[in-house]
């Protein structure tokens, strides 16, 4: 039995914060007969690392795509960049910059950034079901920097700078408290051109407490 997508994700095991977590590469070698497993078993396997300013995340998802055999010549050139890196930023005079797999010209689709974002604010479960709402089923309008929606027979209304969304259907209002995204708010997103949805969903995880997610009565 295959599945379409399989998931994986290394959070480090580090400490202040976290994620702030460096896999050597033996402990990665340990991974890839799992990868080799899961792909067997799966059409595409998304691999994410937990990002932080020292840029472990983008080494240790090309070095992982190395051991694989899956490494384009790219990521072979960026993992050299962050190599270089790494050796001059032992200097003290050398200051530390955020780094993203992006700074290292790495290939990661659009789609699996979406999905990640997306990740982090819904569970997997409603963000497959999100992606088999038919596009045909999705209107989305502007109006100013508000940008509304239907989809399928709900209503959906982002509004940036008052940092609310606005949506009608059950799931929604049992799921606002804890500001989970529902399908149909999940598909919202997805319809969106890529470049802005990242955008609005990183703005969105990064100050949810800020944020409202309310439906039209309340
Ligand atoms: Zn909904």
């Known amino acids: 039995m295959t599945s379409p997508a399989a998931y994986l994700r290394w959070h480090g095991h580090g400490t202040d914060p976290w994620y702030n977590y460096h896999y050597s590469e033996e402990e990665l070698k340990t991974w890839v007969p799992r990868v080799q497993q899961v792909a067997s078993q799966s059409e595409t396997v998304y691999g994410f690392f937990n990002n932080h300013f020292h840029g472990y995340a983008p080494e240790n998802c090309i070095q992982i ?3 694989l055999g899956v490494q ?3 990521q072979a050139r960026a993992l050299q960049r962050i190599e270089g890196f790494r050796k001059q930023a032992t200097h003290a005079d050398v200051r530390l910059k955020a780094l993203t797999l992006e700074d290292f010209g790495a290939d990661v689709p659009k789609d ?5 974002a997306l990740g982090r604010l819904m569970d997997p479960n409603r963000l497959e079901r999100a992606k088999r709402i038919d596009s045909k089923d999705v209107e989305v309008t502007r109006d ?5 929606a239907r989809v399928k027979e709900y209503r959906v209304e982002l509004d940036p700078m008052s940092k609310a969304i606005v949506h009608d259907c059950e799931d929604w209002g049992k799921l606002s408290g804890r500001k989970d995204f529902c399908k149909h708010v999940g598909k919202f997103f997805l319809s969106l051109p890529k470049e802005e949805a990242l955008t609005r969903l990183n703005a969105i995880a990064a100050d949810r407490d800020a944020w ?3 439906t039209p009565s309340a």
Not at 112 to 116: E, G, R, S, T
Not at 144 to 148: A, K, N, P, S, Y
């Open 65 to 67: 795509l190395r051991m």
């Open 144 to 148: 100013g920097e508000l940008i509304l």
């Open 212 to 214: 409202t997610f309310s």
């Open 72 to 74: 384009t010549q790219d």
């Open 112 to 116: 699996a950034l979406v999905d990640a």
